[in-house]
């Protein structure tokens, strides 16, 4: 079955059920790193979810919906995110001062 | 208005600064209000993405940084030859910066066609070309123009 026409990548979707005409749902299937699979493990089972499918669902859901917010608000969110993650206090322009100073050095 | 966007203020988007409220405000204006234009090298990416990891954000994060910044409605130009060979005369006239000499004569390469009105940079060094590019800071472009 192609998605060609539906512009849908046929290279990375594939159908959970292909004999069915109209597809409900398609399962799409992503390689983790060791790491990233302990951390599904452990976080499946602290917060409860069904299966390791579920917590994959609810992660998708919540990534494509900040992806769709509306542009300032999905900049603010991504300004909270980069903070929570990584926080500095080193500005931006000192930031790129820096790497101006170590490219001129090479 | 029509702007050049040098690398130290699109950090700012990716970063909780006095003023990167203010810089995520004017990227609103620039994809939601026509009359308004901005675009910035194609080298920019390389910087925001170099001065991102030096921050140390993950290799994800800056990727999906890097992602969102090219989602918005911002041109990205081509580093060119002539670009470059102008980049060389910059650097050795005034002695900046390899990468401020690039955005400067990206800036000069395309501000008569695209009708540019400044670069919008928190970079000191380029306050240096005053003759050559009309630098702006964020807090020179008027609150009442941008629409928070």
Known sequence: MSYEGAGIPYYAVYSSRPWVPQLQAVSVSAKLTRREAELLDRLTREYGFISKSEAIRSAVRLYLNLLELRSKDRLRMLQVINELIAPSSRTSSDLVEEGHREENEI | MRLYLEPSILVKLFKKEPDSA??????????????????????????????????????????????????????FIAVTEKILSDSEILIASHGIYASDAVHVATYSSVARVKRLDA??????????????????????????????
């Open chain 2, 22 to 75: 203010r810089m995520v405000d004017l990227l609103g204006t620039i994809d939601e209000q026509r009359d308004w234009f901005a675009c910035t090298s194609r080298w920019s990416l390389l910087e925001v993405a170099r001065a991102l990891k030096k921050d140390g954000k993950p290799k994800e994060l800056v990727e999906l940084n890097l992602r969102e910044l090219k989602r918005h409605r911002i041109s």
């Open chain 2, 119 to 148: 670069m919008l940079s928190d970079d000191r060094h380029l306050r240096r070309l005053g003759q050559i590019v009309n630098v702006l800071t964020l807090n020179e472009v008027s609150s009442d123009t941008v629409q928070s």
